[in-house]
Nanobody
Framework: QVQVVESGGGLVQAGGSLRLSCAAS????????MGWFRQAPGKEREFVAA????????YYADSVKGRFTISRENAKNTVYLQLNSVKPEDTAVYYC????????????????????WGQGTQVTVSS
């Protein structure tokens, strides 16, 4: 079982940067694909970025490609999401999630592929 806790959210001006962290517990963290999703008020939760358990594969939503970077440090049981050049439309609650996978290079991009979710961290981008 894996528990995940997000941190690093806050208020940032448009064009600025922010780094979110996701601390995970569990001895098998290194065998979980990790992902970030976000949910804006009145909208469905949407996929943002994912990384394989090896860290060798990543995948991004078109809306954040080139601006956000996902990374992980298995030794620290931590996943990061670096947000650069943020826009007001990036305002949302950001959720970290973990899903089991047997393939070192597999990325999980669908909500149902993730078993464990954090409580979320609010990111607000002011214009």
């Amino acid at each position: 079982q894996v528990q995940v806790v997000e941190s690093g959210g806050g208020l940032v001006q448009a064009g600025g940067s922010l780094r979110l962290s996701c601390a995970a517990s569990g001895r098998t963290f290194s065998r979980y694909g990790m992902g970030w999703f976000r949910q804006a008020p009145g909208k469905e939760r949407e996929f943002v970025a994912a990384i394989s358990w090896s860290g060798g594969s990543t995948y991004y939503a078109d809306s954040v490609k080139g601006r956000f970077t996902i990374s992980r440090e298995n030794a620290k049981n931590t996943v990061y999401l670096q947000l650069n050049s943020v826009k007001p439309e990036d305002t949302a609650v950001y959720y970290c999630a973990a899903g089991p996978t047997t393939q070192a290079m597999s990325v999980l991009i669908r909500r149902y592929e993730y078993n464990y979710w954090g409580q979320g961290t609010q990111v607000t981008v002011s214009s």
